[in-house]
């Protein structure tokens, strides 16, 4: 049997019969005991398999007591059956998240984490029926760009997409070099390079009609560039200049938004009224200004002047429309 084998009935053994001895070792391998210690020290350093020795019992076995006697394997991964629980949860997310984007590739391992997961108390049925990821307003990308894109991404290739812009309803060609993958309130998006504009620009990932990898390397960017171009500003829109918004909600709707996370560097205080202050920073008004108008009279901008004179606009534009009721 090769090396992947012996791994493999190494760890059935242990889970078996709990303490093994080496001449067992050696019988059921039928390797020398040079090829074991070397099997075991690469298990060990290697693939953290906790195996130890057992002086006193004359035999090798897995280390800890109690969960830990439950320890299950995977290639190249050890854990117990609640961390076999956790990786089923989040594969369940990440498939909810973008169907199809693991496809085949992930079925293995679910057969796998299934079967460790009906070892325990938990049916894996019941798992993957009472974890759900709810989302709104996303819009569905095609499996065949989103692999394109990836796959350029990791192996640092540059792109040529063809991109619908939907501000100006516009389709334009781009030549980009792949930086990040982000996905933000439901939704994918790619920054790039783009060589046309020479700057960072973030693509809506379901706008991009065709996408061909090319054999060029990409550019490369910082990555103090690009925590710049994406942590700086608000939102997933970006802009040259920094500006910090000042927003005071009713203390009603303090309640609920003086929990929620806006942004990371953002800052709330509370008035004498009881009122939310939230303090935001943003390079592009845009995203914030919807943020705003779902929060309709519970929120005032109290500053800077352009962006209340745009939410103020905003909001007398969608007043017009009721105008005749």
Same mark, same amino acid.
């Given at each position: 049997?090769? %090396? ?65 006697? =439950? ?28 169907? =199809? ?97 020479? =700057?960072? %620009? ?17 550019? /490369? ?26 927003? %005071? ?9 003086? /929990? ?42 109290? =500053? ?8 103020? %606009? ?12």
């Amino acid at each position: 049997m090769d %090396r992947s084998e012996r791994f493999h009935k190494i760890d059935s053994l242990l889970l078996r019969h709990g303490i093994v001895s080496i001449d067992r070792m050696l019988e059921e391998l039928e390797v020398s005991r040079a090829t074991f210690k070397r099997d075991i020290e690469y298990m060990r350093d290697r693939l953290h398999a906790p195996i130890e020795w057992d002086r006193d019992a004359g035999g090798y076995r897995y280390s800890g007591d109690g969960p830990e006697l =439950g320890r299950q394997a995977l290639p190249g991964l050890w854990f117990n059956s609640s961390e076999a629980y956790a990786l089923l949860t989040m594969q369940a997310v990440l498939a909810d998240m973008q169907p =199809g984007l693991l496809g085949g590739h992930i079925e293995p391992l679910k057969a796998r984490l299934r079967a460790l997961i009906e070892t325990g108390h938990q049916a894996a049925s019941d798992v993957e029926s009472r974890v759900k990821l709810l989302t709104t307003a996303s819009r569905a990308v095609p499996d065949k760009h989103f692999e394109v894109v990836a796959s350029a991404l990791f192996r640092r290739e540059r792109l040529e997409l063809a991109y619908y812009g939907r501000e100006r309803g516009e389709s334009s060609r781009r030549l980009v070099s792949p930086q990040l993958l982000i996905h933000y309130r439901s939704n994918w998006y790619l920054v790039a390079w783009c060589h046309e504009k020479e =700057g960072l %620009r973030s693509f809506a990932m379901d706008s991009i009609e065709d996408v061909e990898a090319l054999s060029r390397p990409a550019s /490369r960017v910082s990555k103090q560039d690009l925590d710049d171009f994406v942590g700086n500003g608000y939102g997933i829109f970006s802009g040259r200049k920094l500006t910090w918004a000042r927003l %005071r909600f009713s203390a009603e709707r303090a309640r609920w938004v003086e /929990r929620e996370r806006w942004h990371a560097q953002q800052r709330a205080t509370r008035d004498d009224k009881g009122r939310l202050i939230l303090e935001v920073p943003y390079t592009d008004a845009r995203e914030l200004t919807m943020d705003i108008l779902r929060h309709g009279p519970h929120v005032e901008v109290l =500053g800077p002047s352009g962006l209340r004179s745009d939410v103020r %606009r905003a909001l007398s534009q969608a007043l017009q429309q009721y105008a005749d009721a």
